[in-house]
C-alpha cells in the first residue's frame, strides 16, 4: 500500500537533516509543533541516555496503542533510569516538526507510535545515522515505489519496526464473538485502512469463520470482507461521533459484539453499544476493562498488543549499548499479543466456546494452525 504521507514526509527530509547538523541553544526553548506541550522525565537513578517518542494523531491518552506506547516509555525512564521526553501529535502535519524537535532535544532513540509516522521517521533515520529510530506497526519500505506497487521492505542499520502479528489474536477474539452473540450477528470497522488496522479485522473474521465451521453455524460479520480486502472506515482516529453513527448503524442491523479497530473513535462505537442495552464491545491494543473502565461492563474482551513491552525493551537494549535493527514481531507464541479475560461478562461466553479458544491458541502457537492476513509481517 502506498503511504498516505510519503510525499510530505519526504519533503520534510532536508529539514531533518538541517537538525541533525546544527546544535540547539541551550538557553532557547523549543516551541513544540503540536497543541500539547512535551513530557519529560528521568528517574533518580539517571543514565546518560535519552528516549524520545511522538504520537500519532490520536495522542497519548487514546486508550489505545498511542497510550500503551508511551507507559513503555515511562516505565524505561523510572525503571531503567534514562530520560524521556513524549511529544504528542494532533494532526498529521505535526509529526515531522515534532521529530525535527526530539532532534534538536538531542535525543538518543526516536520512537514513532503507528503506521501512518512511517515516512517521516524513515526520512529521519536516513538524514540522522547517529540517532536510533524505533517504529510501531509499520516496517520501512523503498520510497522509490509508486502508488501501484507494492511496498519493498528495507533494512535501516538505526531503525527497528516493533510489528505485531495481531491476527491471531484477533482470531480468537472473533471466535469469541461469534460463539457470544445472541443474535447471530457480529461486526467490525476500521479508522483508517491501513495494514496495521486491517490485521485485526482479517483475524476476528478468520475467527467467525472458524466458530461457523465448528459449530455449523451461520454467524454474520459486517464491516468486513476479507477475501475483497473492503468494509467499513471512518477515515480518522479522532471523531468519536464517527464511531458512535457507524456502531449504530451496525446494531440497527442486528450486530450484538463489535469490535471497532479506530484509537479513540472506538469510544464512540462503545458509546453505542452501551446506549444499546445489549450490546458487547471488543477492544484494541489494550484491555479496555481497565483502560476504559466507562465501558467495563459491556467488554467482552479485548485484542492485546504489548506496546509498552516492546517499546520498553527496546529502550533497555538500545540504553545498554546493544541496538539491533532486526525487527520485534509479537506472537501468541511470545506472549508479544493475547486477548484479555472475559471479566464481568465471562459468564456470558459458553463453556464449550472458551474450551475451544484454548485449543485453537495452543494449536495457534505449535504451528499447526496458520492465521495468516495480507497485512501481517
Known amino acids: 500500500m502506498n503511504k498516505i504521507i510519503r510525499v510530505a514526509a519526504l519533503s520534510g527530509a532536508v529539514a531533518l537533516a538541517l537538525a541533525a547538523c546544527g546544535s540547539a ?89 503507528g503506521f501512518l509516522l512511517e515516512d517521516p521517521i524513515q526520512a529521519a533515520a536516513v538524514a540522522n545515522p547517529d540517532v536510533d529510530f524505533g517504529l510501531v506497526d509499520s516496517s520501512f519500505s523503498d520510497p522509490g515505489a509508486t502508488k501501484n506497487d507494492p511496498p519493498v521492505p528495507v533494512t535501516l542499520e538505526n531503525g527497528k519496526p516493533l510489528l505485531f502479528n495481531t491476527q491471531e489474536a484477533a482470531f480468537l477474539a472473533g471466535y469469541v464473538a461469534a460463539g457470544t452473540s445472541a443474535t447471530g450477528t457480529v461486526a467490525t470497522f476500521g479508522g483508517i485502512q491501513i495494514p496495521s488496522v486491517s490485521i485485526f479485522m482479517d483475524g476476528f473474521a478468520d475467527g467467525v469463520a472458524q466458530y461457523n465451521k465448528d459449530f455449523s453455524k451461520t454467524v454474520k460479520v459486517l464491516g468486513w470482507n476479507k ?135 495452543q494449536q495457534i502457537i505449535s504451528g499447526e494452525l496458520k492465521v495468516e492476513s495480507p497485512s501481517q509481517n
Open 227 to 361: 477475501d475483497q480486502q473492503k468494509g467499513s472506515f471512518t477515515g480518522d482516529f479522532e471523531d468519536q461521533s464517527k464511531g458512535q453513527n457507524i456502531a449504530k448503524g451496525f446494531i440497527d442491523q442486528g450486530a450484538d459484539v463489535i469490535m471497532p479497530v479506530a484509537g479513540p473513535v472506538g469510544l464512540g462505537a462503545a458509546a453505542a453499544a452501551k446506549d444499546a442495552g445489549d450490546v458487547m464491545i471488543v477492544g484494541v491494543d489494550a484491555d479496555w476493562y481497565n483502560t476504559a473502565p466507562d465501558y467495563k461492563s459491556i467488554v467482552l474482551t479485548s485484542v492485546i498488543k504489548e506496546i509498552g513491552q516492546s517499546v520498553f525493551d527496546t529502550v533497555d537494549q538500545a540504553s545498554k549499548g546493544s541496538f539491533s535493527s532486526e525487527p520485534y514481531v509479537g506472537t501468541l507464541e511470545n506472549k508479544g499479543i493475547d486477548i484479555a479475560p472475559f471479566h464481568d461478562l465471562d459468564s456470558k461466553v459458553p463453556a464449550e466456546v472458551k474450551t475451544k479458544v484454548e485449543e485453537l491458541k
Open 25 to 113: 541553544p541551550e538557553d532557547e526553548a523549543t516551541t513544540p509543533s503540536s497543541s500539547a506541550e512535551p513530557s519529560t522525565s528521568a528517574s533518580a537513578g539517571a543514565v546518560d541516555y535519552k528516549a524520545c517518542m511522538v504520537s500519532d494523531s490520536g495522542g497519548f491518552e487514546d486508550k489505545s496503542f498511542n497510550q500503551s506506547g508511551a507507559e513503555g516509555l515511562d516505565r524505561a525512564g523510572s525503571e531503567l533510569g534514562v530520560t524521556v521526553n513524549k511529544v504528542e501529535s494532533t494532526a498529521a502535519t505535526d509529526f515531522t516538526p515534532n521529530i525535527e524537535q526530539l532532534l534538536a532535544d538531542k535525543c538518543n532513540l526516536i520512537i514513532g507510535v
